[in-house]
Each structure stands twice: as C-alpha cells, then as structure tokens.
C-alpha cells in the first residue's frame, strides 16, 4: 500500500528529527566526555605542580645542606691555612687575603640569617592553622596555598642566592688564589 505524499513528506521530517536527536545526544555524551576528560587532565596537572612544587623544595633545601657543608668545612681550612702560613706572608697580601675572606663569610652568613627568615615565615605561616584550630576540611586547601606561596618566595630567592653564591665564592676564590700565590712564592 503506497503512502500518500502527506504522510511520505511527515515521516521523512520525523526520521530527520530522530537523526538530528540521535546526533544531539552523541554529541552531548561527547561533550560530556570531553568535560570528564579535561578535569582528568586539569587533576593530572595540579598533581604534578604539586609534585614539582614538593620536588623544587626538597632540591633547594639538599642544596642548601651540601652548600652550607661545602662552605664550613671550606672555610675552616681557608682561615686555618691563613693563619699558619701569615707570618710567611707580606702584611698586604695577608690582608687581603684575610679580608676576601671575611667578605666571602659575612656575605654567606647574611644569606643564612634571610634564608632562615624566609623558613621561620613559613613555619609562621602553619602555625597560623593550629593558632586558629583550622578544621580538617579547610586546612589541606589552606596548605596547599602556603606551599605555593613558599614554593613563590623560593622562586624568588633563587636569583638572589645566585648572586650571593657568586660575592661569597668569588671573594673566598680571590683570596684562596693569593694564598696560594704566596704560598708558592716561600717554596
């Protein structure tokens, strides 16, 4: 039994509704799989800031330690050396030497004593939650925060210490040369 024309042309419109729906929905769930997928991704990402945050931080404070040691144990035989050998030596050069190295150490020392600052600020920082009894719920938000502006002040500090690193070790390398220097010269 042939349609007649009205119900072919109704049909043909209501299959293309179905289509259009059926398409309507396909991309709805794409949609909402592309949203699952971003958030994943946006989840992923903050992990791995945090990660780099926690790994920046850890990595500043073993260079710090390995540095701190480098420079006592480097400092204790520059003076020690200077002062055995510096009645060897003329009364400039000794110095010079002696005052390279009270610059290198008083330039290191300054940098622990605003390194210091920069760790109690922190501490500060944490002991504000338990000051005012932060709930459970709100204080991994609010730390999270703080290990961000911590890991912000490192970030900051890090061209500060390379500056710091290069007076200390530069001035403490001009006189260790001299020593040296003269040293060699009483052979």
Known sequence: MPLDKETANY????????????RYI??????????????????????YKKEAEDLF???????????NTVMA????GYFAT????????DKWHGSFIGLMGMVSLATFICWELFAMLMRMKGLEE?????????????FEPLRQEQLSREAKRMMWARPVWAAVFFIS?????????????????NL
Do not use: P
Request: glycine share 6%; net charge negative.
């Open 11 to 22: 049909m043909l419109q209501l299959t293309e509704e179905i289509d259009r729906l059926w």
């Open 26 to 47: 396909g991309y709805d769930e794409k949609a909402k799989e592309a949203r699952a997928h971003a958030r994943d991704i946006e989840g992923k990402v903050a992990g």
């Open 57 to 67: 931080r850890r990595q500043y404070e073993e260079a710090s330690k390995y540095f």
């Open 73 to 76: 144990v480097g400092y204790a």
């Open 82 to 89: 200077w002062t055995l050998m510096r009645s060897d030596i």
């Open 126 to 138: 944490i002991n504000v939650f338990f000051r005012n009894m932060i709930s459970v719920d709100d």
């Open 169 to 185: 070790a530069g001035t403490a390398a001009l006189g260790a040369m001299d020593l040296m220097i003269q040293l060699l010269k």
